[in-house]
């Protein structure tokens, strides 16, 4: 019986290799999109952080002119009450008496606090 043999010219090439397609994008595209993405992002955030700070400057510039009025509003408050404390005191004593060796007005160091505490 006769050997078999190779045909004329060879056999053809034997295909080892995987030909599989590349999935999505390139990667320089990739990186091109990725950047443009987080240039985005950072633009976004510097404009955050400006607002941000404008608007803590704005609310402390009202903080600082409303400071005058509140001064104030607690002043007349605490001049009614010195007020209404000289009046009680002569009606209770008869005479006004100071526990100072002065007459100048020495601010009141208590806190007024409420009569009934609600929960």
């Not at 704005?58 to 002119?65: D, G, Y």
């Not at 009450?81 to 209770?92: C, G, S, V």
Request: cysteine-free.
């Amino acid at each position: 019986m006769p050997q078999d043999l190779p045909p004329v010219g060879g056999y053809g090439p034997v295909q080892y290799k995987r030909n599989i397609p590349a999935r999505g994008f390139r990667p320089g595209l990739v990186l091109m999109g990725v950047g443009a993405l987080m240039t985005y992002g950072f633009y976004k955030l510097g404009t955050g952080i400006r607002e941000h700070n404008e608007l803590a400057r704005e609310k402390l510039w009202s903080r600082i002119h409303l400071i005058p009025l509140l001064t104030a509003e607690e002043d007349r408050d605490l001049a009614r009450r010195h007020y209404a404390d000289q009046a009680r005191e002569k009606e209770l004593l008869g005479t006004q008496t100071s526990p100072y060796n002065s007459d100048r007005y020495v601010r009141p160091t208590f806190a007024i606090t409420p009569a009934q505490i609600t929960k």
